[in-house]
C-alpha cells in the first residue's frame, strides 16, 4: 500500500514539474514585450537622457528617447518606434531590434526641426499595437 502511495506521489510530482515551464513559457508569450520607462531629451550622457523634457526647441538638432522595457519571455523581437503630430495620421516610423533578454533598454533618435506643435513618441509591437506613448512639443 505505501509503495502505491509513493508511486502515485511521484508520478505526480513529475507531471507538475513537467507542465509548469510550458505554462511560465505561455504566460511570458501572453505578456509580450512591456515598456517601463520612456524619457525623452536632447542630449545623452552614458545611455541616458542628460536632462528629461517634454518640450523641444526645433533648433535642438536631435530628439532622443530611452527606452527600457521588460521581456518576459526572453524571446528576441522588434518594436516600432515613430513620431506621429498629435491628432495626425500614423507613421511607420523604424524597428529597433530587442534581443532575448528578460530587460533591455534602447534608444531611439528623431530629428527636431519638424513644425511646432505637440507629437507624440509611439512604440508599438511587431503586430503594430500601442504599447506606449509620450506626448511631446516642439517650439520655435
Do not use: C, K
Not at 512591456?34 to 536632462?51: C, D, H, W
Not at 523634457?53 to 518576459?72: E, H, K, M, Q, W
Request: net charge positive; aromatic share 6%; charged share 20%.
Amino acid at each position: 500500500m505505501q509503495r502505491r502511495t509513493w508511486i502515485r506521489s511521484f508520478f505526480i510530482l513529475g507531471t507538475l514539474l513537467a507542465i509548469a515551464p510550458v505554462a511560465a513559457a505561455q504566460d511570458g508569450e501572453a505578456g509580450g514585450i512591456n515598456i517601463r520607462e520612456v524619457q525623452v531629451g536632447t542630449a545623452l550622457e552614458g545611455g541616458l537622457v542628460a536632462s528629461p523634457t517634454t518640450s523641444i526647441s526645433r533648433t535642438a538638432g536631435r530628439i532622443f528617447a530611452v527606452i527600457r522595457l521588460d521581456n518576459p519571455s526572453r524571446a528576441a523581437g522588434t518594436i516600432q518606434v515613430s513620431l506621429e503630430p498629435v491628432g495626425g495620421p500614423q507613421r511607420g516610423g523604424f524597428t529597433l531590434d530587442i534581443p532575448a533578454r528578460p530587460r533591455y533598454r534602447t534608444v531611439a533618435r528623431f530629428g527636431a526641426s519638424h513644425p511646432p506643435g505637440q507629437y507624440r513618441i509611439v512604440i508599438r509591437n511587431e503586430a503594430g499595437a500601442e504599447l506606449e506613448s509620450v506626448t511631446i512639443t516642439i517650439t520655435e
